[in-house]
């Protein structure tokens, strides 16, 4: 995991030695926005109009910030107006790579070895990690956003005239709720794996660990009285914390030592699981290999030997019993 300084490529590990040993995530450094009309959206300078066929996504299929963005490119059905590429599984050295192979695709707009070339097509100086996911222009050739949080709300309205505008994972009424969920669960739950996982002392590990569980706690008390974190509909809540649970029990448990308990082990949030895995379409949108094969094979501070465990064996099509609520409108 590497980053550009004045777009020269470094293979520069997180730094946690001024940090007493916390991993702190760096600000995302793309943040403009696509709207219907192409007017900048409010605090953005840049002005992006959603057209078909205009912008190009690259993700990793093992990234859980990524994997957001492909569920709202099916569920929204973005998949004919928005193409997709997949970096390779395995981050080393280079950062991202487009190797195409073990499912990676390539780079099939301009050919390019990484997706640090990516970066520095877009701003031949720019500095900070080489992140996904991206959500590039092709016609002005630059990187519009490479904020999960940011792209998954673009998908969600800005291509209605296009899309299945039917479906709104950010509807007006909840919007309150979700941004309260949201600001809880991020630092706590998705990135506070992270921040337990990379941690470098005793005492940084220990905090992260200690935010993952209480929140654990809390969500799983919250789904015994709904079916979904805001009552009876799936919004974008439910999709940042899918990706961040999917991954727990194969990765997070033994790779990050997050292991005081497993999804498994709470019922109603191992169900709440498998309930948005079964919705139609997000299954395709996993690549468990991928997963294990990135985190394992890839954090050589964390896994010397990369060895890819095998298990566990976890049935995400197994039936639930989230529909003992009432279901959905």
Known sequence: MGLLVDGVWRDDWYDTETSGGKFIRSETGFRDWITRDGTPAPGRERGFKAEPGRYHLYVSLACPWAHRTLIY?????LEDLIPVSVVHYFLGKDGWTFLAEDGGTGDPLYGLPFLRDIYTRADPHYSGRVTVPVLWDKREETIVSNESAEIIRMFNSAFDEWADASI?????PLRAEIDRLNAKIYPSLNNGVYRAGFATTQEAYEEG???VFA???????????????TGDRITEADWRL???????DPVYVGHFKCNLRRIADYPNLSNYVRDLFQVPGVAATVDMAHVKKHYYGSHETINP????????EIDYAAPHNRDRFRKAA
Do not use: A, N, Q
């Open 215 to 229: 929140m654990l706690d809390e969500l799983e008390e919250i789904l015994s009285r709904t079916r979904y974190l």
């Open 73 to 77: 490119r099916k569920l929204k059905k």
């Open 305 to 312: 030997t990369r060895i890819v465990p095998i298990g566990p």
């Open 168 to 172: 709104d994972f950010y509807p007006e």
């Open 209 to 211: 660990f200690r935010d």
């Open 242 to 248: 899918f990706t961040t649970l999917l991954r727990f």
